[in-house]
């Protein structure tokens, strides 16, 4: 709550800021979902948000778009406070990437239309400019030939690389992508990161809500781990993925890295973590 | 009882069979033919209702049917977006419209603008304009509840992308939603445009001048004029060829969508 006392000073966070996020919660009715998150992304990093479903991870992702309506608390997203009620967010939006799990391409419209329409009918670019800044994307994730494709025409990696595409088109400040790879077939999986890394080694400021284990590590900057609707612990992939302080994060860390073997293991510790009692 | 299952299931449908070979050939028997041919296939007459049937009846039945199809969408889509409105004043505007014309026969319409109108308040409206509210306003109340279904069929997922670009309310609306919206619907209002179809010959309570006849009006006509049946069943020919067509488009649009998913 501590956004009400200090709303008089608002937008004048540090600029090297991308996302700042402060007390924020988030209740869908009595099911409290996010309970109190703290954290930032620095312009350029890449942070990967990792935990079990129902963690309030895929949330969070949400509220920095507002695509959720956060609860309590506040977020600011390169320096424009976006749960300020007085501000625009399609303004704010249209510099947020967001990649969403099932895709959700426009299926009426082909692969260049899916990347164009948005540049044209918010960003108000004329059609040649448009379709020259749409072809470059399609081909910077390597499907240059799909141009007039249908989205029902395309696999499920193609159609993920299409909407990486699509959100660069609108040349923005960062990327959000919510559990990009998990709708896809194991086989697919790579084109996928391929593009992430790429995008990352070009110094997009990215948050990233995965389940790949290996791409946060090899990738990312930071790692946070949620579980219950507060952030258990972050820090370099190293710290988080590599040694873990937290009890619930080995749990999590040993299923996610070795089904196998953790269901095992779940037997052992159920008493103790009592980790499942979000769900 | 000796017969096996399908021994029984074989003797049932030879019994059905025989029942519906005996019915035919006793029809046969009994029908006078020559009055039946003379009733329905007077060639004669047909001629006689050729080419005027075409140019002016099938003519005019498209032409009330589109204008009432094109109103009552233009209408649908509107009172739809009211029904999915949150502002709760519209709601309501467009659940009573839609509650109160799909629950009133389109005649009583056709008597209110038609005659109620022009005595009401002393003006009388074109024919055309009649014929286009009082079929368009009753279609729309259909047409808008499909629309509504339409547009909430489509995949939240939908507007959450078109909105995470930038897009507002009402440009996703536009550009992404009802555009996949109106796919989704177009069988079902196909189904309307035949029901249309239909409904237009009610303008016959409006008193037409030859030239505004459509397919039922002139067929009645023809009727009283060569105290026939042929007219009849070619004006009911002559709306096969307009909906038949129709229900052909609906099949190959749901084939192309089904593709297009």
């Given at each position: 709550m501590s956004g009400v006392t200090t709303d008089q000073a608002?937008?004048?966070?540090?600029?090297?800021?991308a996302i700042d996020v402060q007390g924020l919660r988030k209740a869908f009715g009595e099911l409290e979902v996010l309970r109190g998150i703290d954290f930032s992304v620095a312009r350029g990093e890449v942070v990967c948000v990792i935990g079990?479903?129902?963690?309030g991870k895929s949330t969070l992702l949400r509220c920095v778009n507002l695509l959720e309506e956060p609860s309590a608390g506040r977020v600011t997203v390169a320096g424009t406070e976006?749960?300020?009620?007085?501000?625009d967010i399609d303004r704010v939006r249209r510099r947020i990437g967001m990649v969403f799990q099932a895709f959700?391409?426009?299926?009426?419209?082909t692969a260049l239309e899916n990347l164009t329409i948005a540049q044209r009918r918010?960003?108000?670019?004329?059609r040649d400019e448009a379709e020259r800044i749409a072809r470059a994307n399609l081909e910077r994730v390597g499907l240059?030939?799909?141009?007039?494709?249908?989205?029902?025409?395309?696999?499920g990696g193609q159609q993920q690389r299409v909407a990486i595409a699509r959100a660069l088109s609108m040349d923005p400040e960062l990327m959000l992508f919510d559990?990009?790879?998990?709708?896809?077939?194991p086989e697919l999986v790579g084109d996928v990161l391929a593009v992430m890394r790429a995008l990352a080694q070009e110094g997009m400021t990215m948050l990233v809500v995965t389940h790949e284990m290996s791409f946060a590590r090899e990738v990312a900057d930071r790692v946070v781990f949620m579980d219950g609707g507060v952030i258990v612990e972050e820090g370099t992939p190293e710290q988080?993925?590599?040694?873990?302080?937290?009890e619930r994060t080995r749990t999590f860390l040993a299923r996610v890295l070795d089904p196998a073997a953790a269901e095992v293991g779940e037997v052992a510790d159920t008493g103790a973590a009592g980790k499942r009692a979000d769900r | 009882m000796s017969l096996s299952k399908r021994q029984r299931a074989r003797a049932i449908r030879g019994v059905q069979y025989g029942v519906l070979v005996l019915a035919v050939v006793v029809f046969a028997l009994i029908a006078d033919w020559h009055q039946l041919r003379m009733a329905f296939f007077d060639i004669e007459v047909a001629k006689a209702l050729f080419p005027d049937i075409i140019t002016t009846a099938l003519v005019n039945t498209v032409l009330y049917t589109l204008l009432g199809f094109g109103f009552g969408l233009a209408l649908g889509l509107v009172l739809a977006l009211m029904r999915l409105s949150s502002v709760p004043p519209y709601r309501w505007i467009a659940v009573t419209y839609i509650e109160f014309f799909r629950g009133i026969p389109c005649l009583l319409v056709f008597i209110a603008l038609g005659f109620g109108v022009p005595l009401a308040f002393e003006v009388a409206l074109d024919m055309n304009i009649t014929v286009m509210l009082s079929l368009g306003l009753v279609g729309a109340a259909y047409m808008a509840e499909t629309i509504r279904a339409g547009i909430q069929a489509v995949p939240k997922g939908q507007t959450e992308a078109a909105r995470s670009l930038g897009m507002s309310h009402g440009r996703a609306m536009i550009s992404i939603v009802i555009p996949q919206a109106f796919r989704i619907v177009l069988p079902p209002l196909t189904n309307e445009l035949i029901l249309l179809t239909k409904d237009s010959?009610?303008?016959?309570l409006l008193g037409l001048s030859l030239t505004q006849f459509e397919l039922a009006n002139f067929g009645r006509d023809a009727l009283n004029e060569h105290k026939s049946l042929t007219p009849i069943l070619i004006a009911g020919l002559l709306y096969l060829v307009i909906t038949l067509p129709l229900g052909q488009l609906v099949r190959r649009l749901e084939a192309r969508t089904a593709k297009a998913r």
């Open positions: 608002a937008p004048e966070t540090t600029d090297a800021k079990p479903s129902g963690s976006v749960t300020d009620p007085d501000v959700n391409l426009f299926p009426h419209l918010v960003l108000r670019r004329d240059s030939d799909k141009a007039s494709a249908y989205p029902a025409q395309l696999s559990e990009p790879t998990s709708a896809l077939d988080v993925v590599g040694a873990p302080r937290h | 010959s009610l303008v016959y």
